[in-house]
């Protein structure tokens, strides 16, 4: 299995997707969009996972590449690939799909729960799931509205729209269950100036605080992604 990746900025990456790709034998390629790097064609890779980033998806005046990065993305979903989308990149995916992306009505960074609904919990992809798990976010920006056949499967007190599954194949996850504890430095050594003060925002100490979280987290995307794999595999 061939797994592509686009990523924005230096400071995130994949993280335990990686590690779970070569775990499971996947071939990986990679754009990185800073650094002026172009898209493969559809035809040299199977998955597709975008990143995220501290840019918004409208911002092309001083990230030009967004624009033809949202026309390879709904290339990728029109041809049936898989697509993985976080934070930014789940964003990016609900715009090309219809949906609308604005500012949410609180800034969130930090560890806090989401909640699952009946649609995740009756998904094989997302049943082992817990009904609450804490989780990490650094967001500003939300898909607010998403097209029909899109079917939100996550919310919280902080964002009513943290995860949506489209067509079966496509995933947009508003927070982060990828993110190693480098990561984590990585956005608050390069980010700390959007740490605002306010209802969902925890300081630097509480971000680096749980450890146990984030060996949660990586073990639930890599469970995720073998079932996922396994269900490309049988033709589901």
């Known amino acids: 299995m061939r797994l592509h990746y686009l990523q924005h900025v230096p400071f995130e990456n994949p993280g335990s997707i990686l590690t779970w790709a070569e775990e499971n ?23 597709l996972v975008v990143m995220g980033g501290p840019m918004n998806i409208y911002d092309e005046k001083n990230y030009p590449w967004l624009a033809d990065e949202k026309l390879f993305i709904n290339q990728a979903v029109n041809s049936g690939k898989v697509v993985i989308g976080i934070c930014l990149g789940a964003q990016l995916i609900a715009d090309v799909i219809g949906g609308k992306v604005t500012e949410n009505s609180y800034l969130e960074i930090g560890w806090f729960p989401i ?36 079917i939100c499967i996550a919310e919280n007190n902080a964002c009513r729209h943290q995860a949506f599954i489209y067509k079966k194949r496509v995933f947009g996850f508003q927070f982060h269950l990828e993110n190693t504890e480098e990561i984590i430095e990585n956005l608050i050594n390069n980010c700390q100036d959007e740490m605002v003060p306010g209802t969902f925002v925890q300081t630097q100490k509480e971000l680096l605080l749980h450890p146990e979280y984030i060996k949660q987290d990586n073990k639930l995307m890599d469970m995720f992604l073998t079932r996922l794999k396994r269900m490309e595999k049988e033709g589901g």
């Not at 998904?123 to 097209?147: A, E, Y």
Request: glycine share 4%; hydrophobic share 25%; charged share 25%.
């Open 115 to 150: 909640t699952l609904n009946q649609e995740a919990r009756s998904s094989p992809l997302f049943s082992f799931f817990p009904k609450q798990p804490t989780v990490f976010h650094w967001h500003g920006d939300t898909f607010s509205k998403l097209p029909e056949d899109a």
């Open 25 to 47: 034998g996947c071939s990986v390629t990679s754009t990185h969009f800073y650094d002026d790097e172009t898209v493969p064609k559809h035809d040299d890779y199977d998955w």
